[in-house]
T-cell receptor, first 114, second 111 residues
Framework: SAVISQKPSRDICQRGTSLTIQCQVDSQVTMMFWYRQQPGQSLTLIATANQGSEATYESGFVIDKFPISRPNLTFSTLTVSNMSPEDSSIYLC???????????FGQGTRLTVV | KQEVTQIPAALSVPEGENLVLNCSFT??????LQWFRQDPGKGLTSLLL?????REQTSGRLNASLDKSSGRSTLYIAASQPGDSATYLC??????????FGQGTTLQVKP
């Protein structure tokens, strides 16, 4: 299994500002993903974080709004830029140690934009 | 396009009951199916992973089955406890390599 530390666990931010969320894994993993969970909804994949290259974004998500870094096999960041109240959600980091195996999730970052 | 549906959306049972949560998916070409638990405002905890070649997996009081041909999975919880109260999510991984989630079943177990 993999233990994921996600920071911060929650934050309240002013509109127009940016927040960077960190995801640290206790072992090297092949795949890292970022998800969004809007209030009362299920999870939606934002992007796949690729080590040493640009992330692969899903339809409806763009790099300017959600820049992602992955400098190595254990760490990734997601930035939510120029925030609006519509960005209020839980953001979750997920990993797979090996491709197409069990997915593990962090505890999430609860973001409120005011 | 893969779609995942979970029924019921919510369920309330008295403590001690055995219960079944249902998950259906539209495309049977999957790598695996995973059941998760989510407590309010928290992340996801992996409960069971079923590979496409498997029929079921068991962990403690939990048993998950998979019928790929009919596009169905069930999560059976035996002797439910108040601590089982949470939202249960089913997710399917297909040949896109992405997990597609259902909307979840919110379970309340009353003492």
């Amino acid at each position: 299994s993999a233990v994921i530390s996600q920071k911060p666990s929650r934050d309240i931010c002013q509109r127009g500002t940016s927040l960077t969320i960190q995801c640290q894994v206790d072992s090297q993993v092949t795949m890292m993903f970022w998800y969004r969970q809007q209030p009362g909804q299920s999870l939606t994949l934002i992007a796949t974080a690729n080590q040493g290259s640009e992330a692969t974004y899903e339809s409806g998500f763009v790099i300017d709004k959600f820049p992602i870094s992955r400098p190595n096999l254990t760490f990734s960041t997601l930035t939510v830029s120029n925030m609006s109240p519509e960005d209020s959600s839980i953001y979750l980091c997920s990993v797979e140690i090996v491709v197409n195996t069990e997915a593990f999730f962090g505890q999430g970052t609860r973001l409120t934009v005011v | 396009k893969q779609e995942v549906t979970q029924i019921p959306a919510a369920l309330s049972v008295p403590e001690g009951e055995n219960l079944v949560l249902n998950c259906s998916f539209t495309d049977s070409a999957i790598y695996n199916l995973q059941w998760f638990r989510q407590d309010p405002g928290k992340g996801l905890t992996s409960l069971l992973l079923i590979q496409s070649s498997q029929r079921e997996q068991t962990s403690g009081r939990l048993n998950a089955s998979l019928d790929k041909s009919s596009g169905r999975s069930t999560l059976y919880i035996a002797a439910s406890q108040p601590g089982d109260s949470a939202t249960y999510l089913c997710a399917v991984k297909g040949n896109t390599g992405k997990l597609i989630f259902g909307q979840g079943t919110t379970l309340q177990v009353k003492p």
